[in-house]
């Protein structure tokens, strides 16, 4: 055994349970407890998703409901500290009573399990302001874990800035489309940003903190300033001109959020609950998370340096997790009616084969590099007029767009469709996540037979009522230039050897 020579001994591995891995932060937290020689458990209600990620071998993995009571409870068996990363991003009254709900139900199964500690990423709280919904809802999430009996931890953070954040994301497309922009009030609200390498220090080090503490930290960058301020440097840093911004005295949550749903990537649904909170004064009133977690010797991340590196990340295609990991709200969760008699009512199919030179492995890469930048290789206008017109209700658009130019994970957002299904080289199956009257699936087949290679794509449609059949029907005279163009031009991009060139090439000039 090495000797310390005094030093005090590294503190010994924990057991953590991860749930919300399938989000921006916990897809991103798992890694860090990795590396620190943290054994790991995730919890998830859909296993599958989980496939893909880098980490996905080297974590245990426990299939659980967050509102069910039993499967959480067996979640918490055996494990040191639970980090509670769950938060329902949605608007109306129901999303305070889940939260609510999931809070308790966790707090009871940590407790029966004999679980050593509950850390809780949560939002600022200032003093003498009336919260925001959201904000209102993290607080009271935090005293019911804070109320456990169990020591707990809860951070305490304002906007979290790292590439694919939401908030990264509307900051940044706010910046970038908008040189003169009007501006509701909030954007004079003061807010300590942080970046989001600081919140997974910080989260990691709370799993060996003393048994002892159990309270809430408030953690912030070395940066305190206004919205204004933040697009004025975030335009700085990405070498844009100065922005013009006329702040005006009345502008709603709802319509700001509407505004930003039109313009940046994050639907409305996403942004108002931002918006809202951004409302409220959010800095930090100490910083004794550092008594535990020590700053690192060169501080803090600044705000600049920061955007920098979000930038760089987007840039480079390495973008780890994004907002749009986490489904969208209201977003169909059902499976694929896969029963050619299925019994649930009708089912609209359309089906389209095309036997190409190219080998499988080439047509492979064109399927699997669809979208995004890359687009869908059939009539472009009518699929920008569906991506305005799914945003004009409140839907994600087409501005999404693609994690990465050339590979998927099972579960991620492509566009306003997300990953149902990946068998490498063989089937891509897409779930339908913009608003219709019904659910909606779009598959690809790789397949070879005697030597020649053919896709097989299949549209599926399970209509809501008669204004789903409606909705089939009314549109089935484009299905020849929609479906039958995306065949004909994916072979083709396949037998040129074009493949995701196209979406390399615009991701490395943007």
């Known amino acids: 055994m090495a000797e310390t020579h005094g030093t005090t001994p590294a503190p010994s591995p924990r057991t953590c349970l991860v749930t919300g891995a399938t989000g921006y932060i916990g897809g991103r937290l798992v890694p860090e407890l990795l590396a620190a020689g943290h054994r790991v458990r995730v919890m998830t209600r859909t296993p599958e998703r989980l496939r893909d990620h880098p980490w996905a071998g080297e974590v245990e993995i426990a299939r659980a409901d967050a509102g069910d009571a039993e499967a959480v409870a067996a979640a918490c068996e055996g494990v040191d500290v639970v980090y509670y990363l769950i938060h329902a991003l949605s608007t109306g009254e129901e999303f305070e009573q889940t939260d609510r709900r999931t809070a308790r139900v966790m707090a009871h199964a940590a407790r029966e399990a004999g679980v050593g500690r509950l850390v809780y990423l949560g939002g600022l709280e200032p003093d003498g302001e009336e919260l925001s919904p959201h904000l209102r809802s993290r ?111 009345v502008l709603s949550p ?76 209201g977003a ?28 499988p492995e080439q047509l492979w890469r064109v399927v699997e590099g669809i979208g995004g930048d890359t687009g869908w290789y059939s009539f472009p206008l009518a699929w920008e007029v569906r991506g305005w017109l799914d945003r004009a209700v409140g839907g994600v658009g087409l501005r999404r767009g693609r994690r990465s130019p050339s590979d998927l994970y ?3 957002a492509l566009d306003f469709w997300r990953v149902e299904t990946l068998d490498e080289r063989r089937l891509l199956r897409l779930r339908a996540e913009m608003r219709l009257p019904g659910l909606a699936w779009l598959e690809f087949h790789v397949e070879q037979e005697h030597g020649r290679t053919r896709l097989r794509q299949k549209a599926t449609f399970k209509p809501t009522g008669l204004f789903g059949n409606l909705y089939w029907w009314v549109l089935q005279p484009f299905h020849g230039p929609i479906f039958g163009g995306m065949v004909r031009n994916i072979c083709r991009a396949a037998e040129q050897g074009t493949a995701a060139a196209v979406g390399e090439r615009r991701a490395h000039a943007a």
């Open 139 to 249: 607080a009271e999430v935090a005293e019911i874990l804070l109320h456990s009996g169990v020591p707990t931890a809860v951070l305490r953070a304002a906007v979290v800035l790292g590439s694919g954040s939401a908030s990264f994301e509307m900051l940044r497309y706010l910046t970038e489309r908008l040189p003169v922009m009007v501006t509701p009030r909030w954007v004079h609200s003061r807010i300590q940003p942080i970046a989001i390498r600081d919140v997974l220090r910080y989260l990691v080090g709370c799993a060996t903190l003393p048994r002892e503490v159990h309270r809430c930290f408030d953690i912030g960058g070395p940066d305190v300033m206004t919205y204004l301020e933040m697009m004025q440097r975030f335009a700085a840093v990405a070498g844009l001109s100065r922005r013009r911004i006329l702040p005006v005295p």
């Open 332 to 359: 169909p969760s059902d499976p694929l009616p896969t029963d050619p008699d299925w019994a649930g009512g009708t089912l609209h199919l359309d089906e389209r084969t095309r036997e190409t030179d190219a080998t």
């Open 410 to 412: 099972v579960g991620e």
């Open 254 to 329: 709802g319509l700001s959020s509407h505004w930003v749903g039109v313009v940046t990537p994050v639907p409305a649904s996403i942004a108002r609950p931002l918006v809202e909170s951004l409302r409220n004064t959010v800095v930090c009133s100490e910083h004794d998370i550092a008594r535990y977690v020590p700053d690192p010797p060169e501080g803090l991340l600044p705000f600049d340096e920061s955007v920098r590196l979000a930038i760089q990340r987007v840039k480079d295609a390495t973008v780890a997790t994004r907002w749009s990991s986490a489904s969208v709200p």
